[in-house]
């Protein structure tokens, strides 16, 4: 059974490009959740999705950043007109249902994402 | 709003010795909690979880961990560590309901194996 697949796990983007994350949930899961990880610090919590819905962006910067998860597909995180501030390791999580604290959440490598 | 304070960034154990890592967690209602370890360049992998009943939880690598309610804390412990438990530890805290499904984070502990 595999995991949570992330790619790419590494991605090179020079500012004012932009960067696309992609997130694989575990087989049967249907809820994603992103998460950064700045240098130095914790991991802080983005977004919440289902598919073809967003639930919670209460933790996603105003401008910049967005997320989709299609009825088909990877979920995706989208940084536009990325800065050297977005560099950071960036996590999806994916857990089976709405009741995600019963199950934990599953965590992916993570794709770490340099602006130069 | 909830919010989880790890005591300490750094932690040196000699193999053999135990492992305490302390958490703290703020929640106005009846917590989750969970410990994740991240190896270098890796994801998180769950090490226990608390829910609800037993306040003492084993996970996985022989760690432990037990909800203490009025103390507010969740500290993650092992008898006796090994090399291989040189890692990034992460305790996290998470709400019920639809508050459930957004961790918090501590700011994670990182645990040196001297031999």
């Known amino acids: 059974n595999a995991g949570v697949m992330q790619n790419p796990r590494h991605l090179v983007r020079r500012r004012g490009q932009e960067a696309r994350l992609r997130c694989s949930p575990m087989?049967?899961?249907?809820?994603v959740y992103w998460y950064r990880q700045l240098p130095e610090e914790g991991l802080k919590f983005m977004v919440y999705l289902q598919k073809e819905n967003i639930i919670d962006e209460s933790g996603m910067p105003k401008e910049r950043f967005s997320a989709e998860f299609p009825k088909e597909g990877p979920s995706i995180l989208r940084i536009q007109q990325v800065v050297r501030g977005d560099s950071a390791a960036y996590f999806c999580a994916s857990s089976p249902s709405g009741q995600a604290p019963e199950y934990g959440q599953y965590f992916g490598p993570g794709t770490r994402l340099t602006v130069t | 709003a909830q919010s989880v304070t790890q005591l300490g960034s750094h932690v040196s154990v000699s193999e053999g010795a135990l492992v305490l890592l302390r958490c703290n967690y703020s929640s106005s209602v009846p917590p989750y909690l969970f410990w994740y370890v991240q190896y270098p360049n890796q994801g998180l992998q769950l090490l226990l979880k608390?829910?609800?009943?037993?306040?003492l939880v084993k996970g996985i690598n022989g760690f432990e961990a037990e909800f203490k309610k009025s103390e507010t804390s969740f500290h993650l412990t092992k008898p006796s560590a090994h090399m291989s438990d040189a890692a990034e530890y992460f305790c996290?805290?998470?709400?019920?309901?639809?508050?459930?499904?957004?961790?918090?984070f501590g700011g994670g502990t990182r645990v040196l194996v001297k031999p």
């Open positions: 087989k049967g899961h249907s809820h």
């Open positions: 608390y829910t609800t009943g037993a306040t």
């Open positions: 996290a805290v998470s709400g019920r309901g639809a508050a459930g499904n957004k961790l918090t």
